[in-house]
């Protein structure tokens, strides 16, 4: 069997209201999904980064430098490709888009692997559980429209968990988390993000009140512009409070998570399938968490809501015994718009495998008329 084309397709649809998490902001919902076909007239789906936006780059990377290295290579192994990617982009790569590249190819390697053989990619990868506890996470918006919509997740679709992001202003963000906690008694858990926005004496201050507020962990409150500082920063932090910290999602490859590990800084690392080097790496920085009894709850982006992100994070997730939770986007989006034809839907706040081969992600046959997005990108 033989790797003949991997192409690179962004997707998604225009937002009349941008969604915002702390700094970042999109005005496009959607993703850059990955296809890796074969002689075999079978094909594989992946999704490269956490947003279409990074297409100029992240497809370019793909078409030019990934695309040639592949091309009659067999799909199913898996781990000699990965490192042959990684080799061929050492040189100016390793801690951006060509990582984002990599991912997308390989999330649709394990795809293909599993429609090859039968099987979920969680049961290839070594089943831990077949549902796990999902949380909701709605992004910055006013407060009482957090609240109105954090009380129906609970009360009438059934959470029992939930994600709040919090901004600049920390009396705002914990006015917001106080209320919800009023709101929803003890009836949820609540986990708070601050998207770094805070220096360590503030992060400090705002980390002693959600203690109070029973808050489950605290996910990367420091700004930080280098992984020294990042990992130095939070560990001052995490010395300083017995409130559960959080963080990871921006950190590339299992290389990058060593020291943060060792020192047990973040309770739960929170590598992103699409962008740390796809199921492969997040399943080994997994494992390596769970040397230390940490807790391992991939970060799946917002931003995407294709579907396929999404699948990958809950594939590892159902393969891991270290990780308790998945992350659901609040907001669906084009996976949920008629993107794919059986989108993933949480059922009492668990999500499940539909147990169909690979990913189980079925794109809709209208999918590129109606939601490429390659007209944007000449």
């Known amino acids: 069997m033989k790797i003949t084309d991997v192409q690179a397709i962004p997707v998604g649809i225009p937002l009349g209201e941008k969604l915002r998490w702390g700094k970042m902001a999109v005005a496009t919902k959607g993703g850059i999904l990955v296809r890796v076909d074969t002689d075999e007239d079978?094909?594989?789906?992946?999704?490269?980064?956490?947003?279409?936006?990074?297409?100029?780059?992240?497809?370019?990377?793909?078409?030019?430098?990934?695309?040639?290295?592949l091309v009659g290579k067999d799909p199913r192994d898996i781990s000699a490709?990965?490192?042959?990617?990684?080799?061929?982009t050492h040189m100016w790569g390793r801690r951006g888009v060509e990582t984002y590249a990599m991912s997308g190819?390989?999330?649709?390697l394990w795809d293909l692997l599993g429609k090859l053989s039968g099987q979920p990619v969680y049961r290839l990868l070594?089943?831990?559980?077949s549902s796990v506890r999902a949380y909701f996470a709605p992004s910055l918006k006013p407060k009482r429209q957090i609240l109105e919509e954090v009380l129906k997740a609970v009360y009438e679709d059934g959470y029992k968990a939930m994600k709040l992001r919090i901004?600049?202003?920390?009396?705002?963000?914990?006015?917001?988390?106080?209320?919800?906690?009023?709101?929803?008694?003890n009836d949820a858990e609540i986990m708070v993000d601050a998207n770094m926005a805070y220096d360590r004496y503030r992060a400090l201050e705002v980390a002693g009140k959600l203690r109070e507020l029973d808050v489950r962990w605290f996910e990367e409150p420091i700004a930080?512009?280098?992984?020294?500082?990042?990992?130095?920063?939070?560990?001052?932090?995490?010395?300083?409070?017995?409130?559960?910290?959080?963080?990871?999602?921006?950190l590339l490859t299992r290389y990058e998570f060593p020291h943060l590990l060792a020192h047990r800084t973040f309770e739960v690392v929170q590598p992103d399938c699409t962008s740390v080097g796809g199921i492969s790496e997040a399943k080994r920085i997994a494992d390596m968490a769970s040397a230390w009894n940490l807790n391992c709850v991939p970060h799946i982006s917002c931003a995407s809501g294709t579907g396929v992100s999404l699948a990958a994070g809950l594939h590892v997730?159902?393969?891991?015994?270290?990780?308790?939770?998945?992350?659901?986007d609040a907001y669906g989006g084009a996976g949920w718009d008629g993107l794919v034809r059986n989108p993933l839907m949480a059922l009492d706040g668990y999500l499940s495998s539909n147990e169909e081969p690979g990913l189980?992600?079925?794109?809709?046959?209208?999918?590129l008329e109606r939601f490429s997005l390659l007209h944007h990108h000449s």
């Open 81 to 88: 490709l990965w490192l042959l990617m990684f080799d061929a």
């Open 167 to 185: 901004g600049r202003d920390p009396q705002e963000g914990i006015g917001l988390v106080s209320e919800v906690r009023d709101g929803i008694n």
């Open 42 to 69: 079978v094909f594989g789906l992946g999704e490269a980064g956490i947003s279409a936006e990074y297409y100029p780059t992240v497809g370019a990377i793909i078409r030019r430098q990934l695309l040639p290295l």
């Open 105 to 108: 190819v390989d999330i649709a």
């Open 360 to 367: 189980g992600v079925e794109l809709d046959d209208s999918v």
């Open 126 to 129: 070594g089943a831990a559980k």
């Open 317 to 328: 997730v159902l393969a891991c015994t270290n990780s308790p939770y998945v992350e659901l």
């Open 224 to 250: 930080s512009h280098s992984l020294t500082q990042y990992a130095e920063e939070h560990d001052w932090l995490a010395g300083r409070t017995d409130l559960p910290l959080a963080g990871g999602e921006s």
